[in-house]
Nanobody, 118 residues
Framework: QVQLVESGGGLVQPGGSLRLSCAAS????????MAWYRQAPGKQRELVAT???????NYGDFVKGRFTISRDNAKNTVHLQMNTLKSEDTAVYYCAARNLGSSGYPYWGQGAQVTVSS
């Protein structure tokens, strides 16, 4: 099994920044892609960003250069640097992981609340 633990959420004013982190533990040798998803109240969960073990990155269309995903393979962690935050970025942010060759994400963290409000 793989355990994922997010940290770094909180309250921030519009235009501010936050950095989320996700630490992976357990049987992590086969993990390839790690991702961040988010879910706002009353909305479907949406993809924020993904990163492979080789460093290939993809972002949701709404990110528009404001967020950066990074990964430290030696420490089994993935980060999401979020800048120029907007009120519509308010959501629970989830870390997810999958093994090479998997189509879905079987491993999820418990979520970190991000609230953007003045």
């Amino acid at each position: 099994q793989v355990q994922l633990v997010e940290s770094g959420g909180g309250l921030v004013q519009p235009g501010g920044s936050l950095r989320l982190s996700c630490a992976a533990s357990g049987i992590i040798g086969r993990i390839n892609t790690m991702a961040w998803y988010r879910q706002a109240p009353g909305k479907q969960r949406e993809l924020v960003a993904t990163i492979t073990s080789g460093g290939n990155k993809n972002y949701g269309d709404f990110v528009k250069g404001r967020f950066t995903i990074s990964r430290d393979n030696a420490k089994n962690t993935v980060h999401l640097q979020m800048n120029t935050l907007k009120s519509e970025d308010t959501a629970v942010y989830y870390c997810a992981a999958r093994n090479l060759g998997s189509s879905g994400y079987p491993y999820w963290g418990q979520g970190a609340q991000v609230t953007v409000s003045s």
